[in-house]
RNA sequence: GCCGGAGUGGCGUAAUGGUAGCCGCGCGCGACUCAAAAUCGCGUCUCGCAAGAGGUGAGAGUUCGAGUCUCUCCUCCGGCACCA
């Protein structure tokens, strides 16, 4: 037998692709549609890191094209949008040629690796035949009045020299180049995302195969938040105001309120003379808007603001006439861009309201305590508690429970009255040093805050406890009851009952409110909203910017024509392209940096830009701005399916099996941006009818990063880089694949160890070294770790589970080392190793006469009869204690285990009584005495 | 601050509530060899000569039995955050 040599993996390659193995069959009833996400292909090349989720579709969809299921496994380039074009902008060349330069060494990377992709469904989201269907999402869009232009201030890339999305925004911070962005107020094309929020959000249910922390993460973004909007009424003006606010439970502690710099009401107010300050209030909001979003918001900045002098507002709840102010912490694109100010119940209010001079009204009374009470436990022995006990006996008992209490001294916070009340009722033989931990748990009594302290180490029967009044009798269940529910103790002691130099945040009852008194926060707000406004609902999630001042993207399809516009101004000249026109194509140019100027390179090339208006006929201009990035990879999942049709972007009949994805992997770093954006297509979609199904992607998983040696990020900037082809060249495809599916759990981020890969080289040797030994008769001996590791590689694979399933065929290929393997056997190993190195197992299946191809060949099923070991060995405990162990024949009856177990055991239980004896079977005996 | 996830040898990690450390890396010893590499075998949590005892971030609880379940605390990672 010759020594295991990589060299084979070529030989493999080419006939795989010849054979057409990998090629997709849209007819079978067992379907799974597993999908990458693609990439963008960067002029760098592939590292190391890169492929670890195609190799775990790979294997995932090996193995399933083994079970007989008709696979989909597509790839694809996502090539349009900045990062491309900034690469070609750098290197001098132009988009379309870099782009087909990177994707070319891509998909040479890529095959050498030896991934099973269908390239005959190749696709390419800068090909016309590809964007000529998301300019037809586009103009469907637009019909249902999804798609709007608008001009209001939008984020600004001073690098990219593009406008973005919220989305686009990496604390504050542009995501591609790091640039602080700009607001700037500029004519852009806006997707009414937040129509669909409540189902974005809702939906999230129906997805019970995604990792939780990314759906939590989209939960975060939608950021729903239920409350109300009240109007306040200008008293001068008599115009109204409206403010969002969840607290409407507060609405009787208004002192003030607050606009953001960008409200409109403010250029009303200056123009009018209304406000007699107009001056200074025009320089401060000139002022906020110089400043860029991240240092408005900056951490621990010093509130700012100006107030509106002259104008006051009425507080709908009391009457009474509150102050204005202008002041950017009332951000403009959040609830009403206005702000009902209450100092008492909100952290941000009670700062500015300090800093302003403005009254505090406290509405909301936690809930009203005047006394104190302190429950003693006594630690003696682990799981006894002893406690002070009745007024009469004076001394501490165990298994009983007292309580005593005092009232509350002026200026005297819970805390401290609870300590001091020990202190004075054992007559200081406890000391402060011996309580450990004092705080305080739920009380069932109005009146009373319940402390419960903890004293260790110091002997129950030398506390004294004085003899007083207020002493109750709790029983033990009680008191136990009441700390089983306790809430975090010293935070809650911190926020109730320190000294009040904060704002009291928290809900309780109301006082001071008119007939909303006595009503507990929850009741108020809802009746407080319904009297003075109306219940509503807001989300932090932002329409969806989507038009890019740059070249590389997919054009916009539509048509500015004034004379339109002069007879419809509702429709603002805006022409859709026949969708027979489709696609508008990307012209051809030499110049195509951005202008800087909010205007796309696009507008300078007359004869792409000038057209007849498909309405009137008339004269009339193209739009110029492109789309962003993320406009093909939000649908890009259903061309896959039929991708080079024609006449539809997918055919019905092809969509309806195909979809949904079954499983989609790729990066965490998409669950607020691509994630989002591919529902929200698909779901639109849906609603056209042009797909079957309410979600894209059944189950979710993301990838971990693979880190470079050193721990840190692997990019060239660092010099960490370790290049795929250099790894595959040295030590073979199979051996990258094996390691980084072994490197540890799937999702985890590990750090790459070129020496540690070894391991799996090494792994496959052995592997290899096996066929010396392969006979014709199976070895019996073999046949339970055998059968073993086919279950739990076909589980551990249909969970992600790589590592274990890896880790299970070692044991496997150890067990096998000195001994007989038979062929049968032989062909199964292979067969389940062959979807983690698909390359030495095709040669090894041909070495060993296997038919056709092993990636062809059916998946061993295991037989549950020889997963039964003949003997087993069981460990017997001695009150729980492993003391020794036995042999036994495996599923022998508990009283024949009992027998070998207590007989062999003797030692441990010198003579004492079996109180009880625990069997699991075939594992484990335990013996209590 | 709110929400989610995680803390286990020198390292990556493994353990349906049932022998903690499987598998791999590294390290040590041995075999083969003139020698080296490769390969194979043995060992490798801590204390102890041993019997044994202790040990999964800390502390408590539930249980015959806890890495795993419950509570409190600490640390790290991720999301959101002047979001009213």
Redesign the pocket.
Known sequence: MKKYNHSIEKKWQKYWAKKKVYQTKDTCKKKSYVLDMFPYPSGEGLHVGHPKGYIATDVYSRMKRMQGYSVLHPMGWDAFGLPAENYAIKNKVHPRKAVDKNVKRFKEQLSMIGLDYDWSREINTTDPAFYKWTQWIFLQLLKKGLAYQSYEPINWCPSCQTGLA?EDL??GKCERCGSVVEKRPMRQWVLKITDYAERLLNDLELLPHW???IK??????I?K?E?AEISFTISETQDEIK??????DTLFGVTYL?L?PEHPLIHQFCASQTCTNRKQVEEYVNEAKKKS?IE????G????GIKLEGVWVINPATGEKIPMFV??????????????G?PAH????F??ARKFALPIKSVVAPRKITHCGVLLEV?NK???FIFQLRSDEARVLPGKIGFFGGNLESGETLYECATREILEETELSIKKDDM??T?MVPSESPDYALFVTRIQDVDPANIVVHEGKGLIELTVEEALAH?????????VLRRYFSAQAEPNTGEGVLEDSGEFSQLTSAEARTKIAQKYGTLKT???LRDWVFSRQRYWGEPIPVIHCEKCALENPSGQGVVPVPEKDLPVKLPEVKKYEPTGTGESPLAAIEKWVNVKCPKCKGKAKRETNTMPQWAGSSWYHLRYMDPKNKKALVDKKKEKHWSPVDLYVGG??H??RHLIYARFWHKFLYDIKAVASQEPFTRLISV?LIQAEDGRKMSKRFGNVINPDDIIKTYGADTLRVYEM????FT????W?T?????????L??VW?VQERVVKKDNPALDAIINKTIKKVSEDIENF?F??A???M??C??EM??KEVGQKQWKSFVSILAPFAPHIAEEMWNIAQGKGSVHLAPWPKYDAKKLVEEFV???V?V???????ITMPSESDEMAVRIEAVKIAE?WIEGKDI??F?Y?PN??A?I?I
Not at 216 to 221: A, C, D, F, T
Not at 296 to 299: E, P, S
Request: aromatic residues 6%; positive net charge; proline residues 2%.
């Open positions: 919220n990496e604390d990792q939780e922390h939590e993460s989209q939960r975060n973004w950021g938040s409350g403010v969002f606010t969840t607290r409407a607050v953001a979003e408005r918001t900056a951490k900045k010093e509130k700012t002041a950017d912490y009332a951000l403009a694109h959040y609830g009403t861009g206005a702000v009902m209450v909100d952290e941000r209010d700062t500015f630690k682990p799981g006894t450990r931990e705080f700390e089983k529910v306790s809430a975090g103790a010293k935070d807001t989300y932090k965490a770093e669950a607020t971990g072994f490197m540890g759990p985890d981020a590990i750090a160890n020496n540690a890969m070894i391991g799996a080289r090494r792994f040797e052995r070294r589970k590592n274990t890896i880790s299970q070692m044991v290929v150890n080392s000195d060995t069981i460990v405990q009150n729980g204690k492993v003391r020794t162990q030692k109180r009880r625990i699991v594992k484990l335990n209590v």
